[in-house]
């Protein structure tokens, strides 16, 4: 028993000292501490859904510093060669996916997994749904719209995370699925997005039930208004007063969440969300307008 405290203590040393270990980051006039790449993934492989831009491809390039080997996927072969320019090659490797597509997802898994044999992985032990598209709010929303939303951010999730489950529970690999919902989440839903949004929240929940009993560990991150292409209209202002944290979150700020979620470190961390808002959806509901 000694002996296993020991090992145990020294364990949780060794991890406290490399996530306590910060480089400063200057962002757009902002400037965080954010951990060092010190191996908290190494010898991990992830594969990380809309990794092409924003917060995907800084949890890609968070991960791929922390030791990881990166799988990123998107909608074509020019924005993952763009993104894969950002990332450690050969830390990484990115292949085309649409969310909506789910019938090519068992194909696209074996081939995915099929290539990466050639770089020496054998499995892919970490999933990060990000993949996800914005849309229009009541009264204005359309059918068409609502479904590509929906089939994006809430059905291509399920069920590549349901493919995705039924691997890791097959190959007895104790894994991690970590969802990227959003503030909206919390929030009165008047669009096919927030409602895509409170279904990966409850889609948390379950999956962490359910694959929990199979060493497999399922969280989630509820990000507020990011600085990233889809929310950030003037790339040089972060001010965001409507808002309590007063200015836009940042991608990188996610990302290091990301890694502490899938890492040792957020092993006892299940079924959870983590609410990096700023505030918004939490503390105030007054940054959105719900006239109709």
């Known amino acids: 028993m000694t002996c296993d405290w020991f090992i145990m203590t020294s364990r949780i040393k060794r991890l406290l000292r490399r996530i306590t270990d910060f480089r400063p980051v200057v962002h757009k006039h902002v400037t965080i501490n954010l951990p060092t790449g010190r191996a908290l993934l190494k010898d991990r492989c992830a594969l990380?859904?809309?990794?092409?831009?924003?917060?995907?491809?800084?949890?890609?390039?968070?991960?791929?510093?922390?030791?990881?080997?990166?799988?990123?996927?998107?909608?074509?072969?020019?924005?993952?060669d763009k993104a894969l320019e950002q990332i450690?090659?050969?830390?990484?490797?990115?292949?085309?996916?649409?969310?909506?597509?789910?019938?090519?997802?068992?194909?696209?898994?074996?081939?995915?997994?099929?290539?990466?044999?050639?770089k020496g992985k054998n499995s892919i032990d970490i999933l990060v749904n990000n993949a996800g598209v914005n849309g229009l709010r009541m009264p204005h929303e359309t059918e068409e719209d609502?479904?590509?939303?929906?089939?994006t951010n809430l059905k291509g999730t399920f069920f590549l995370s349901q493919?995705?489950?039924?691997?890791?529970?097959?190959?007895?690999?104790k894994g991690n699925i970590l969802n990227i919902a959003s503030a909206s989440s919390l929030r009165p839903a008047d669009s096919a997005y927030t409602l895509?949004?409170?279904?990966?929240?409850?889609?948390?929940?379950?999956?962490?039930?359910?694959?929990?009993?199979?060493?497999?560990?399922?969280?989630?991150i509820a990000p507020g208004p990011t600085a990233t292409p889809m929310m950030l209209k003037d790339?040089?202002?972060?001010n965001l007063d409507r808002i309590?944290?007063?200015?836009?979150?940042?991608?990188?700020?996610?990302?290091?969440?990301?890694?502490?979620?899938?890492?040792?470190?957020?092993?006892?961390?299940?079924?959870?969300l983590v609410y990096m808002t700023g505030g918004a959806g939490i503390l105030t509901y007054d940054d959105v307008n719900y006239s109709f």
């Open 163 to 173: 493919l995705y489950g039924k691997y890791l529970v097959s190959n007895d690999i």
């Open 196 to 220: 895509s949004k409170w279904g990966l929240r409850g889609l948390t929940l379950g999956l962490a039930k359910s694959l929990g009993q199979y060493g497999i560990t399922v969280n989630g």
């Open 235 to 238: 790339n040089n202002n972060l």
């Open 48 to 80: 990380i859904t809309g990794g092409t831009s924003g917060i995907g491809l800084s949890i890609a390039k968070a991960f791929a510093c922390e030791g990881a080997f990166v799988i990123i996927t998107g909608r074509t072969r020019e924005r993952l």
């Open 244 to 272: 309590p944290l007063g200015r836009y979150i940042l991608p990188e700020e996610i990302a290091s969440m990301a890694v502490v979620l899938v890492s040792d470190v957020g092993r006892s961390v299940m079924g959870d």
């Open 88 to 118: 450690s090659e050969p830390n990484a490797c990115g292949f085309v996916l649409d969310n909506t597509d789910v019938k090519s997802f068992e194909s696209k898994l074996a081939e995915i997994l099929e290539s990466i044999k050639l």
């Open 146 to 151: 609502f479904n590509h939303v929906i089939e």
